[in-house]
Structure formats: C-alpha cells, structure tokens
C-alpha cells in the first residue's frame, strides 16, 4: 500500500492505495477508528482488487477541518480524493458511521458508485434517544473524559464469544480513541446527529448493494436489521454467524467474501 495525502478541496486527507487491480474497493472506517482498521483485512482483496482506504476527516491522521462533519461533507472529501487519484467508477464498503458516508455520496457521485456495501451501518437517521446518547457523548469530551469512551466502546463492538480470542485488536481500538482528537471526536458527533434517512434513496438508486450484519451486533440488534431488510428487497444480505459490530475482524475471511462476490460478480 502506498500511503500520501491528497488535497479534498481544502481538507489534506491522508490516504493509502494498492494501486492495481481491476475493480476498486474503498473500504471506509468507522467512528472513532482510521484506517488502520484494516490493515489485516486488506490482504483479503488486494489480490484480486485495487483497494483504498483512508482516515476520514476527524479522525486518524486526516484534519479536522470544522466544527461538525457532516455525512455530506465527509462524502464529498472522499469523492474528490477518488477524483484526485483518477478512479471514476469504484465500489464502497462503508463500516458503521463509513456507512453513512457512503450512503451520502450517493448525492453527488451516485454516477461513479458501481456498489455500496453496508457493514455492520444503518440506512436510518438517529432515533432521538440515540442522539441524546450522543450529545451526552459531547459533553463527556468536552469534560476531558474521553478515556470513558475509551474503555467501553471497543469492547461492547465485539461477539462475546470472540472478546478474550480478539482482546489485541481491542487494545488497539481504545489507543486509537484516545489519539483521536477531541474536536475530530465532536465535530464527527454532530455530524452523525443530523444526518437523515436515506433508505428509500438507496433503494431507488438502481446502485448494486447488500448489507452486512453481525448476528451479536450491539448496535445494531438482529430486529432493526430485519426491519432494513424488509423495507429494501433489492438489497443482498449476509449474516455473520459470529460476529457483533466489528465482522471484518471478528470473521474477515467471511466478510471478505461477501464484498467480493458483489464486486466481482
């Protein structure tokens, strides 16, 4: 992977590219993650596929390039990033909050999408508890308590039966929490706050797309996953068997598959 940086307009996104390969796969992090995320599950597409990934704006190595990032701010970043690295047509796999971002493009760049890969992502906006569950996030950075998030978030991503086996990766999770920053962490809040449904666009796009989910998911209980499933049946569906929020670590070779059988066909 060659890693640079490439001008989004005005926002430096830090980027990494195999570089070859036919069809193109962007897979983008999740919140509080960066694309260190996938180090090890890229080894699973490069072969086959051109694969990019990069720190979204806010988090990793990317800027915080004001007070609230929107899904359609960070959409576009990512579709100027493409521009600049002249891919035109490219498949994206969003993970969790990547997944809203991926949803966004489709208002602007729907052209250059040949599919969308929802992993473990929602096509709904917040229900208000959840964004009064964010808003107290806000305030818990803002309070200097980041090291809160730090020690539950990873852990409730994870099946049960996959936390003592995965543990390393959860150690990693909580350090890249705590190396984020906390503008990046409020302003990628506010963002996911006013976000909108974008089912029924989804639906109607005629894009190519599927969603995965984790059986043990915590954020996404298996009840809400079959209500996405029932509203779109346009939509591919894979379940991992064993897997809560985080499938690609949690069973990457499965995962893996699932994404190149809709890329490749």
């Known amino acids: 992977m060659t890693e640079k940086f490439i001008m989004a307009g005005s926002t430096p996104m830090h980027v990494a590219d195999s570089e070859r390969g036919g069809e193109c796969v962007v897979l983008l992090h999740g919140y509080l993650e960066s694309m260190l995320v996938w180090d090890e599950f890229i080894s699973l597409l490069k072969d086959e596929c051109r694969v990019v990934v990069m720190d979204l704006p806010g988090h990793g190595v990317s800027m915080v390039d004001r007070e609230t990032h929107t899904m359609e701010y960070l959409a576009e ?12 047509r490219y498949h994206v796999v969003g993970h969790s909050m990547g997944g809203y971002v991926a949803l966004a493009m489709m208002d602007n760049y729907a052209a250059n999408l040949a599919s969308i890969t929802l992993l473990s992502s929602t096509t709904s906006a917040d229900s208000q508890e959840k964004c009064d569950r964010r808003r107290r996030e806000i305030e818990l950075i803002k309070a200097g308590k980041k090291n809160t998030l730090a020690r539950l978030v990873p852990h409730q991503g994870f099946a049960p039966e ?33 976000r909108k449904s974008r089912g029924e666009q989804l639906r109607d796009s005629g894009i190519a797309h ?56």
């Open 77 to 88: 970043c990512v579709g100027l990033t493409m521009k600049a690295l002249g891919v035109e």
């Open 162 to 194: 996959n936390v003592k086996r995965l543990n390393d990766w959860i150690e990693d999770l909580r350090e890249l929490i705590l190396i984020t920053e906390d503008e990046g962490v409020i302003a990628i809040l506010g963002g996911m706050i006013e």
């Open 210 to 265: 599927q969603f995965i989910f984790g059986r043990h998911d915590y954020y996404i209980p298996e009840d809400v996953a079959q209500e996405m499933i029932a509203a779109d049946s346009s939509a591919g569906v894979v379940w991992l068997e064993h897997s809560g929020h985080m499938g690609f670590l949690e069973e990457p070779e499965q995962c893996a598959e699932a994404i190149k059988k809709l890329v490749l066909g």
